[in-house]
């Protein structure tokens, strides 16, 4: 039996330890909660579904997913992007299963009801015959997704009709998002399809991972330090500020120990420099020029890694959207985008594609590396002697790092409550506070679903 809410015991119980700084870690895997995100946070929040580039013309489509929601992203005749549930309205079948393509019209494979770009139902077989004159077939279009928006390329949707607007979501992120995607003239391009593949992880570890937790790079990509790819200094992830925003987003300004990067505007060409100053404020340009790596998360499950890699000793950066879609509380499916400016050359783009090859996705070193930590988290976290009614310290997932002595720093250009290291976890107990303020919000405690 699932249960439809938690306990008020157990909610008392679990605020009292995040109010220490740690987390209960049966529940990174519990089945009911697993059940409880998919209801409670992930039909509540916005989610990232494609860049405005993947559709590029009237009739271009890509389908995606929200959780366990297939959607269909179309272009219509008029040049707008609708989105709809990808789901045959005559018998509920999985109307387009091609992961992109360019169509006037969507046909059902069962039994052949077709549908043009604006979702509305314009064919069925022998329709008069079987069904008469008097079907309305107004009334059996498409069924749209509630909430589409976009914001600097990236569109977004959301499943709960009165959530507050996309722009007012993302917050102080925004101002974050205007210096990665709209630095350059034109704005970013995704090059190639998604990656996608599966691991075996928890949504909320590698959200955790990616948004709030440089501190694991030293150890867990010890191998791009012995390279000689990575710098030895066990701090070197560490300098630059987190910063913590509405929301439970958050982003990591990692620098160096000078405070400046060893490549100006992360190894981007120099030619392109006076664009990215004139198309940024004074303090954006400023962090941009100075940074080495921007890394972070927008809540619940975007990640995103702009970096400098590179191969045979030629850096490059490039910006990496990913979506951690849950298919389990111990499995997702990752969908990985390579985006870079538009206005950067030919020769350049290749080269930093294959820079993130090397890095990112199923084939890339760091990648694999990080894979194989949270395989190891999941395999433990359904242990036995993980749950225990006391919620005993054995048993909890420790998020004191910073917890009594890193402040604020005020000083810091940017929106939202800016900490002096990223190493902190911060961010990452304002994620898990989240999670639960959302599992428990508008919630009147019940013991159990009967």
């Not at 699932?2 to 909610?11: A, F, H, M, T, Y």
């Not at 740690?22 to 089945?31: E, K």
């Not at 080269?351 to 395999?379: C, K, M």
Request: hydrophobic share 35%; glycine share 8%; with cysteine.
């Amino acid at each position: 039996m699932i249960k439809r809410e938690l306990d008020e015991k157990l909610i008392q119980q679990l605020k009292e330890k995040m109010d220490e700084g740690l987390l209960p870690q049966w529940v990174i895997t519990d089945p009911d909660i697993y059940e409880l995100e998919k209801e409670k946070v992930f039909s509540k929040t916005w989610q990232f579904l494609a860049h405005e580039t993947e559709l590029k013309e009237p009739g271009s489509y890509v389908t995606r997913w929200m959780v366990n929601d297939p959607i269909l992203l179309v272009k219509d005749s008029k040049g707008e992007i609708k989105a709809y549930l990808n789901s045959c309205t005559h018998r509920g079948t999985q109307l387009c299963t091609a992961d992109r393509g360019k169509k006037k019209t969507f046909s059902c494979p069962y039994h052949g009801w077709s549908y043009n770009l604006d979702g509305k139902l314009i064919g069925i077989v022998a329709g008069n015959k079987v069904y008469g004159e008097e079907m309305c077939k107004d009334e059996w279009g498409l069924r749209k997704v509630p909430r589409l928006e976009s914001y600097q390329g990236m569109i977004f949707g959301c499943l709960d009709p009165e959530a507050e607007s996309l722009e007012d979501y993302l917050g102080e992120m925004k101002w974050y998002f205007d210096m990665m995607l709209g630095r350059s003239d034109g704005g970013m391009e995704v090059i190639g399809l998604p990656q996608r593949w599966v691991a075996k992880a928890n949504w909320k570890s590698t959200a955790e991972n990616f948004a709030a937790d440089p501190y694991h790079v030293q150890t867990t990509h010890r191998s791009t330090v012995e390279m000689g790819i990575s710098p030895e200094d066990p701090l070197y992830a560490g300098y630059g500020h987190q910063v913590v925003m509405k929301n439970a987003h958050g982003i990591n300004v990692i620098t160096s120990k000078t405070g400046r990067s060893r490549t100006e505007f992360q190894g981007m060409p120099k030619e392109m420099w006076p664009m990215f100053q004139r198309n940024l404020s004074p303090e954006q340009a400023d962090i941009l020029e100075r940074v080495t790596v921007f890394v972070g998360g927008v809540y619940p499950n975007l990640s995103f890694v702009s970096p400098v890699h590179g191969t045979e000793g030629h850096l490059h950066n490039y910006l990496n959207f990913r979506v951690w879609r849950p298919l389990g509380p111990d499995k997702v499916e990752v969908w990985c985008w390579f985006m870079i400016d538009k206005a950067a050359p030919e020769e350049y783009k290749a080269d930093a594609y294959r820079g993130y090859l090397g890095s990112f996705g199923p084939t890339g070193t760091l990648e694999q590396d990080d894979t194989e930590t949270w395989a190891r988290i999941v395999e433990v976290s359904g242990a036995s002697m993980m749950r225990d009614k006391e919620l005993n310290y054995n048993n909890l997932s420790n998020y004191l790092m910073g917890f009594s002595h890193v402040k604020q720093d005020e000083s810091f250009p940017g929106p939202g409550v800016a900490y002096p290291t990223t190493y902190c976890d911060a961010l990452a107990r304002r994620m898990h506070e989240h999670w639960l303020d959302l599992l428990t919000a508008e919630t009147s405690v019940k013991e159990e679903a009967k």
